[in-house]
């Protein structure tokens, strides 16, 4: 854990404050918000790694209309794909981009290409 | 055989696929699905109750430890049986609450307010009160479609009223506080005002209440949904999906819950009666002897891969594996991958169908105990199959067998698959060493 100063925020969930410090924020999806959880500690350690400030979190289907207004991209596991469309829809209006994460990937738990993959999409 | 695979996945993507999708997502299914969801920490904990009131132990035995748990069980039923009534026995509170404030969600309306009014929905016709009584005869497990029913309703009445801006129109100078204040009791009224009528209608004509009159036109379906094809149908729609990269299970159980809680409830009250249980088919069958690591009972498959020649399967198991335990399986379904690759195709389909044969044999000739308790799905498996069914023993063993059978199922085909990726291992090997040399 790092010492010294450092800027604590209690809007810590609010997106503009968010934008302001220029972190990067990434919602994943699946049935139950499990198995996007693993991705999401292999995606934390990779931007460590590169020394980014993200903010990822996994959540179930059943939170997504709640959730996804706090995030700057929504990535789904592929086995809630076929939900693509109608998820889409929802985040249309806040010009929130969501996209299926690749098979291949998800399943080797590849965080620094899915981190690469969301981060392309945030613009 | 392979022509026969590329029709079937023609058919599968064109035709099934867009099926899926469209049950899937079908706003009524998805909110049965989250108000089980919301009702389930409640029914879990409650059905644990279970196992105090009857303990796992022979009612002869002589063992001083279950004999006084035993005695403790039989003085003090009445007691122990409360948070039991109370949770398991009122379940259809907590799910039609949860179903009308998921709906409420979807159409954008206040969920407390939507929950609320489906609860009330549900009691205007579920509660038939007497001499300053409710009968909690259909609080339970009778009540169950009733409760679902109810809550699509009221919900979708809510939204309806609220769509067409129907309220009570007052002059402008009234402040909109005051005009809000009687808004809120518009969707309340018109609940009233049409299930109780319907109610009086439906006793005055049939002689029965409305839950009562709906498992009466249930009953062939919910019996139905407990039998071995009904079982085998069910595990085949899933793995099929599964095996096409949809999330089969999701939608599986949203349709499959209300008739294995409904049956579970019949269980629970034969266990109470000391009469022989009537049910087989229930969420720990399918949790803890179909879904053994997760869909396609891939467990087994993930220790083969550990010990798999090819680096890429055992890259695979040692992700898998740990989840595994807790049923979750998405690494080993894609990564191996499982999903879409026409090798593993027989295995994943005939693995859990061959399984649930075996269990549900096992179970009718009586050899294993029958499911009477709610457990987290996350549970391992063998846990998972004791705990559900009052953690007994026989489950275990049963379980035990099904992730034998399953590595003996799954071992042929891993081992033609890891062939043909030992070959394209050792061709980049070559072509490695064949740069490295040319260099």
Known sequence: METGFRFVSNGDENPHLLRWRKMKTIMLCCSAGMSTSMLVKKMQAEAEKRGLDVKIDAYGVSEFDEQFPHYQVVLLGPQVKYMLESLAEKTLEQGIPVAAIDMMDYGMQRGDKVLDFALSLIK | ?439
Not at chain 2, 294 to 320: D, K, M, N, Q, Y
Not at chain 2, 362 to 389: D, E, M, N, R, Y
């Open chain 2, 1 to 439: 055989m392979s022509t026969l695979y590329e029709a079937m996945v023609g058919v599968i993507e064109r035709h099934i696929t867009p099926m899926a999708g469209r049950v899937g997502q079908q706003k009524h299914i998805i909110a049965i699905r989250d108000g089980f969801l919301a009702a389930l920490p409640f029914m879990i904990i409650g059905s644990f109750m279970l196992v105090f009131i009857f303990p796992p132990f022979d009612p002869d035995t002589h063992w001083g430890f279950a004999r006084s748990w035993l005695d403790f069980s039989v003085r003090y039923r009445n007691q122990l049986m409360l948070p039991f009534n109370l949770s398991m026995g009122v379940m259809t509170f907590f799910i039609s609450v949860g179903i009308g404030a998921s709906l409420g969600k979807h159409y954008k309306l206040d969920p407390i307010m939507s929950g609320l009014l489906a609860f009330m929905a549900f009691l205007l016709v579920a509660a038939p009160y007497h001499d300053k009584q409710i009968s909690v005869a259909y609080f339970s497990g009778q009540g169950i479609f009733t409760a679902i029913l109810a809550a699509i309703y009221s919900s979708e009445m809510y939204a309806w009223l609220k769509h067409h801006n129907i309220t009570i129109r007052l002059p402008k100078e009234v402040p909109t506080g005051v005009a809000r204040s009687f808004e809120i009791l518009i969707p309340v009224v018109v609940i009233v005002a049409t299930l109780h009528p319907l109610n009086l209608l439906v006793e005055h004509f049939t002689g029965m209440i409305i839950p009562e009159a709906i498992m009466q036109l249930l009953a062939p379906l919910v019996s139905a949904s407990d039998s071995l094809p009904a079982m085998l149908l069910s595990v085949l729609v899933c793995q099929i999906l599964w095996f096409a990269g949809i999330h089969g299970a999701l939608i599986v159980t949203g349709i499959m819950n209300p008739f294995w809680m409904t049956n579970l409830a019949l269980n629970q009250s034969a266990l109470a009666a000391g009469a022989p249980l009537p049910h087989i088919y229930l969420q720990g069958f399918w949790d803890h002897y179909l879904l053994i690591g997760g869909v396609g009972s891939t467990l087994p498959l993930a220790f083969l891969l550990l010990l798999s020649r090819s680096v890429h399967l055992r890259t695979i198991g040692r992700l898998g594996v740990v989840p595994s335990f807790f049923n979750i399986n998405e690494p080993i379904l894609f990564g191996t991958p499982i999903i879409m690759n026409p090798v593993m195709f027989l295995p994943f389909i005939l693995v859990p169908m061959v399984n649930a044969t075996f269990a549900w044999t096992a179970t009718k000739l009586g050899w294993v105990s029958q499911v009477v308790q709610l457990t987290p799905w996350t549970t391992p498996a063998p846990i998972g199959a004791s705990w559900a069914a009052n953690w007994t023993l026989s489950p275990v063993i049963m379980c035990l067998f099904c992730m034998v059978m399953s590595a003996v199922m799954y071992y042929p085909f891993l081992k033609a698959y890891e062939r043909t990726l030992l070959k394209k291992q050792d061709e980049s090997q070559d072509a490695e060493a064949q740069v490295a040399l040319n260099s």
